[in-house]
């Protein structure tokens, strides 16, 4: 028997992201689509964007990378 959703995290931001919908799951863990601040989308696990372990598509890092790099 599938758990109920225990939260719906659509319109919430963390960070850069924006979430949109829920995503198809993989597995038991549960995704939502997310819209970045640069305009891509990816899909993260809710562990993830709770807990701040993901908080772009991965463009923050890479523009960190630039600066650290041009310092």
């Not at 599938?2 to 960070?15: C, E, H, N, S």
């Not at 939502?32 to 964007?49: A, M, P």
Request: glycine share 8%; aromatic share 10%.
């Amino acid at each position: 028997m599938a758990r109920p959703l225990q939260r719906d995290l659509t319109g919430q931001r963390f960070g850069y992201l924006t979430v949109i919908e829920r995503a198809p799951n993989h597995g038991h863990k549960v995704y939502w689509l997310c819209q970045c601040r640069c305009g891509l989308k990816t899909e993260v696990q809710t562990f993830d964007l709770i807990f701040g372990r993901t908080r772009s598509c991965g463009c923050y890092r890479a523009q960190r990378q630039r600066e650290i790099h041009t310092r």
